[in-house]
């Protein structure tokens, strides 16, 4: 079983492709994991890449493609994986299914997990984290006992650049004009399936067990 997971930044959609790696015994394929590992090896997949990125470059489609299908190749992947941040726009989308139709393959699943923009701006500007322990709250859901201090240590917490409000709305702007445009591709494919994000992670996770074993 070959999944993609889609979502919004903050959708959750990266628990939720853990979870379902541990559940269906598949390995759970992120693109930043792959791109960390191959610089760090010092790959000659990982140089070329370094190139781009020394000099503030994206990594083009193709590129990406190559890494992520020499990590899928690997034998822990035979019987399927699940992606996590990738594909971004359509052109990864296509030179995707084109490499893998090559390979006589195909993508099987892909999951929507979908939470309205208010919903994810709520959740991300509402972080707060301790610099100094490393443990997270958040004002709404999981506050500290005093307000803005660490129960842990009793230092300050912060908001974090990445949590700021106008920061997440750019995010969330970047991903419609992007990846938005992926919900569509994968309908027309007939494999696309959606999840309402907004519910408890336990029960969203249940919709989607009830997707997979579906197909």
């Known amino acids: ?5 889609l979502g919004a930044p903050g959708a959750g959609k990266g628990t939720q492709a853990k979870m379902i790696a541990d559940k269906y015994s598949l390995p759970h394929v992120s693109t930043g994991d792959i ?3 191959n610089l760090k090896e010092g790959t000659e997949l990982g140089k070329k890449a370094k190139e781009y990125m020394d ?3 994206l990594v083009p489609d193709e590129l990406t493609v190559e890494i992520l299908l020499d990590r899928v190749a690997k034998d822990d992947c035979k019987n399927g994986y699940v992606l996590d941040g990738f594909p971004r726009t359509i052109p ?5 299914d084109s490499e893998l139709k090559k390979l006589g393959d195909a993508v099987d699943l892909a999951i929507d997990v979908e939470v309205p923009d208010e919903n994810i701006v709520r959740r991300m ?3 707060r984290a301790c610099l100094k322990c490393g443990a997270t709250y958040h004002v709404e859901y999981i506050p500290p006992k ?4 660490c129960d842990d240590c009793g230092e300050p ?6 949590d700021k409000e106008e920061t997440v709305k750019k995010r969330l702007s970047v991903y419609h004009e992007q990846t938005q445009p992926l919900i569509d591709y994968y309908t027309k494919k007939g494999i696309l399936k959606t999840v309402d994000g907004t519910k408890d992670m336990k029960d969203v996770f249940a919709d989607i067990t009830a997707v997979i074993d579906a197909v």
């Not at 079983?1 to 997971?5: N, P, R, S, Y």
């Not at 990864?92 to 995707?96: D, F, K, M, S």
Request: proline share 0%; hydrophobic share 45%.
């Open 125 to 127: 500007s509402g972080r």
């Open 157 to 162: 917490l912060v908001q974090r650049d990445d």
């Open 92 to 96: 990864q989308a296509e030179v995707l």
């Open 55 to 57: 000099k503030g470059a």
């Open 1 to 5: 079983m070959k999944i993609i997971m």
């Open 146 to 149: 005093k307000e803005g201090i």
């Open 35 to 37: 791109f960390r590992a």
